[in-house]
């Protein structure tokens, strides 16, 4: 059964950093592009990184350009978001996702397989 499963959220000072993991299991981790995507309390869910298939291009939002790196690891079927320089904005419920292709895309309604999301608290 395919699953994804975030871990690493916590609580953070403004300007701290944070790493997010998110471990893939029951599919061919390395076909597929991942990304990050977040809600806010009482907002919708926003697109916030991805990277493709095999590692080699990453994209970003524009609010985490600059402070949050996306990274992959597919021999242990891992995706990781170091997120720097946290700002409490951040504050979210952070989920990857799976996409149905090698390439990243912003709609989330195209991506099929979805974590149950780490909790990211941004305060002083």
């Known amino acids: 059964q395919a699953q994804l499963v975030e871990s690493g959220g916590g609580l953070a000072q403004p300007g701290e950093s944070l790493r997010l993991s998110c471990a893939a299991s029951?599919?061919?981790?390395?076909?597929?592009?991942m990304s990050w995507a977040r809600q806010a309390p009482g907002k919708g869910l926003e697109w916030v990184s991805g990277i493709v298939s095999d590692g080699s291009d990453t994209y970003y939002a524009d609010s985490v350009k600059g402070r949050f790196t996306v990274s992959r690891d597919n021999a242990k079927n891992t995706v990781n978001l170091q997120m720097n320089s946290l700002k409490p904005e951040a504050t979210a419920l952070y989920y990857c996702?799976?996409?149905?292709?090698?390439?990243?895309?912003?709609?989330?309604?195209?991506?099929?397989?979805w974590g149950q999301g780490t909790q990211v608290t941004v305060s002083s």
């Open positions: 029951g599919f061919t981790f390395s076909n597929y592009a």
């Open positions: 996702a799976k996409a149905q292709g090698t390439i990243v895309v912003h709609t989330l309604d195209d991506y099929d397989l």
